[in-house]
């Protein structure tokens, strides 16, 4: 897949958490869109290797 792709997909991870994180307050969901954020944005860096 395009790296640019990944890029995309974690910021949009980011931009759900912050308008969930307002609107509703913290969540247990936070736990596991942050390290998939992460992942996104090594994959998108060449850190992994997709």
Do not use: E, H, Q, R
Request: include cysteine; aromatic fraction near 20%; glycine fraction near 10%.
């Amino acid at each position: 897949m395009n790296k640019k792709f990944f890029s995309i997909i974690g910021w949009g991870l980011l931009l759900v958490m912050m308008v969930t994180w307002i609107g509703f307050g913290y969540s247990s969901w936070f736990l596991l869109l942050l390290p998939l954020a992460y992942i996104c944005f090594a994959i998108n860096d060449g850190s992994i290797k997709s």
